[in-house]
């Protein structure tokens, strides 16, 4: 109506009662920052065609920005929400800013979509965090941020960088069933939680860094798929380590770090170097200190496969338990990709790569289903095909058995 064609200016306001501007259309710029809400306040399904301004406001009630399209800039930084904070199922055409808050009951922005960059840097969550099933077309930011109650980002895609280095983790964090099309960074973070972290389901087209971070609980990344350079090295495992039932398309490095517990590498291919001891840039070795590293699941006659001679598998005896080495340079009971057996995953992993760039480049919605629904075809296919060449057959195992 015509009350949406003025430009309004709410900055430093006081919201003594609940306020409702739900489903409410701004033409013009719309500025709200610097505002104190003594009550809920309620903006959901709400689109705005110009900047939006909530940055620096203060919300002792419910929040609810949900369901709602920012056409252009979207400023939420340096906010406190004492209630719940809802901005699920939400579109952002132009740069987001939530970076700098505080939420202090649930926060919510699953479901949403961020065309350009998205900034969650320096927050404080004290309760629950969901950011599941959402889509990041452009850098996403949640560096430096601490989060006290359970962490979800699972099943979302990030298609430009995603940063969530040096962060802190005091409950749960599940980032299972996410696509990364760009460098993913989860760098000098720690996790404390002892029920564990869970990467488990994910693709990392490009660069994964998980260095310099500290697990005080268990680790679980199997079945997942590493396109570029996966690295974990300088890292502290204190629960059990779970890397099992991967693809690693690039160099894995894992030197440097120590592991307290179990660790799990069986079922997995190392298509290219893998290194825990010198990886040409340093010759520190990782440690397991109370178990022996496992590349071969007897009961479940899991082995481990690698593409490349060219591994190092030296570990610091000293403080802990080698890597026993067969006469070709592997752990025990492990074996070489075939030359068809590396062909035929280069072909997959290239197939999954070319989706995975017209994902990035196709508008058309139908399209895009159209891909996604090719994309989960081959993965599923990828797996399937791991699991049968990662499979000791039982005569080789009785064979086996028999030898020893």
Known sequence: GAWSDFEYDFSGS????????????YAKPINFSGSTYQGGADFSGSIYQEEAYFSGSIYQGRANFSDSTYKDVADFSGSTY??????????????????GSTYKVGAYFSGSTYQEEAYFSGSTYKSWAYFTDSTYQALAYFSSSIYQGWAYFGGSIYQGGAYFSRSIY??????????????????????????GTNFTGSTYQSRADFTDSIYQGWADFT???YQGEANFSRSTYQG???FSRSTYRGRATFNRS?????????????????????????????CF?????????????????????????????????????DSKGIPLN??????????????????????????????????????????????????????????????????????S
């Not at 006081?14 to 259309?25: A, K, R």
């Not at 307290?260 to 001891?277: K, L």
């Not at 790569?353 to 196709?362: D, P, Y």
């Open 14 to 25: 006081t919201f003594f009662y609940p306020i409702d501007l739900t489903n409410s259309y």
């Open 82 to 99: 004492q209630g719940g904070a809802d901005f699920s199922g939400s579109t952002y055409k132009s740069w987001a800013d939530f970076s």
């Open 170 to 195: 005091q409950g749960g964090t599940d980032f299972r069933g996410s696509t990364y099309q760009s460098r993913a960074d989860f760098s000098g973070s720690i996790y404390i939680y002892q029920g």
């Open 223 to 225: 079945d997942s798929i």
């Open 240 to 242: 059990e380590a779970n």
């Open 258 to 286: 120590t592991y307290e517990n179990e660790t799990n590498f069986s079922g997995s291919i190392f298509y290219q170097e893998t290194y825990f001891g010198e990886d040409g840039y340093s010759n520190s070795s990782s």
């Open 289 to 325: 200190t109370n178990h022996a590293p496992q590349f071969y699941d007897k009961k479940k006659r899991k082995n481990t496969l690698f593409g490349s001679p060219n591994n190092d598998f030296t570990v610091d005896i000293d403080k802990g338990y080698p890597i026993d080495l």
């Open 334 to 403: 492990c074996k070489f990709l075939t030359s068809e057996q590396k062909e035929y995953l280069e072909g997959k992993l290239q197939e999954i790569e070319k989706i995975n760039n017209k994902l990035f480049e196709v508008k058309d919605l139908a399209k895009k289903t159209e891909l996604s629904e090719k994309l989960r075809s081959l993965n599923e296919e990828l797996y399937e095909w791991r699991e049968e060449v990662t499979t000791v057959k039982v005569e080789d195992v009785v064979a086996e058995d028999t030898k």
